[in-house]
Each structure stands twice: as structure tokens, then as C-alpha cells.
């Protein structure tokens, strides 16, 4: 559990540095990446390395907090971009100290829906 | 860990069977629930129970995947709702057994980033 804590940690960490060889080094060969809000998939390391490689804007990644047993984890972060600012999530599968899969979720700001208003603050 | 994790698998499945005295026994008395998207938060179980007896159509929720470690977890799951279909993910912290904060997020679709056509594939 603690390893693949501090994995997720490298994980988020090696992008924000744009360490790529560190970043690769943490990966499966056979990683696939996918976001199923768009479903896109990339399988291969190489291909998910290049995509965060390519990714444009000064984005920026904050771990907020990380979950994690032996071989699956989560990462709810912060990210930054071009002056915006937001939650992702991103969900892992580990198999003997490498990163087989990633999964990740980046939602979007929304009204309260009407009619519970007496329920809820804002902030 | 295996505690918290049925404590979530309890959550959901509680909530799916509109089972409230069920779903209020799992949750600390002082219960904080946040919706980031949106900025709503309620405090406390009374308020929280109500939100989501309240919550309007015939909503149905079956879980993916759950990550837990002693004091927090995570669970992905999908809903339904009035013929849509989604994902949702909720964070739990967790002390002596009861859930004493929920944050969930509700990511919605969108379409791809053009440019890196050449990296994915769709499903």
C-alpha cells in the first residue's frame, strides 16, 4: 500500500517536473491510459508518454489527497492551466511496482440543480 | 481496510435500495458532504439523508471500483438516471466505523482535444 502510495506520488510528481525518463520508468510497457469522458484510449508506454510530452499549456499538477491498496490506487489532484484551475482524478492499476493502467477524470463545474437550497451551503 | 471498503460497498447499495435507516447508520452524526462542481456542502446526517431521498427521478447507482485504506476510500461507480448513463466518483474519510465526510464529483462527456488523433483510439 505504501509503495504504490509513494508510485502515485512519483507519478503525479515526474509530470509536474516533466520528467519523462522518471515518469517512464514508473510505467508498464503495456499501460493503457484511458478517459472515459471522451473515450479515448492509448495503449503503450510510448504513446502515453509522448501525450503527456505533447500536452499543451503551463498546466500544472498538486496532489490533494492519495488513496491506495497494494496493487490499485486514486489521485484527486489539483491542476492549473492558462489560469484556470480544477479537480482531476486519476485511478491506477499496479502490477509488481509499475503502473498497468490509468484511468482518469476531469470534471467540470456546474449550477446547483433548484429545490435544495435549504439543504446546502455555498462556497 | 477491508472495513472501509465494505463500509462503501454498504453506502452505495444502501442508497441504490433507498434503504435510509441503513444509509444513516453509516454516517457520523456530524457528516460533511461536498459537491465541489458545484460548491454545495450540507453538515450534518439529517441534511444529508434528506439530499438524496430527495433527490428527484429513478436514479440507480452500481459500483466499479472501490479503494480503501483504514480512515479513507474511494468509490467509482456509475449511475443511471431517466435514460442517461455516467460515471460518479466519491471520497470518503472514515473514524470508529461511520463516514464522516462524502466529496463527489460528477464528470460529464466531451469531445476530444484535436491534434492528437494520431496517439488514441475511441471507444
Known sequence: MDDTKR???TFLDS???RDWPGFEAILDH???YEMPQS????RGRQGYVQFNRDYPGDWHLSPHRIIAEDDAGVAWFSWT??????????FFSVVEGRITSVTDFWPEPFEPRPGR???VERW
Not at 473515450?39 to 492509448?42: D, K
Not at 492551466?81 to 486519476?90: F, S
Open 7 to 9: 508510485l502515485i506520488a
Open 15 to 17: 509530470l509536474e517536473r
Open 30 to 32: 503495456e499501460v493503457v
Open 39 to 42: 473515450r479515448e484510449r492509448i
Open 81 to 90: 492551466l492558462d489560469g484556470e484551475t480544477g479537480d482531476g482524478i486519476a
Open 117 to 119: 437550497e435549504h439543504l
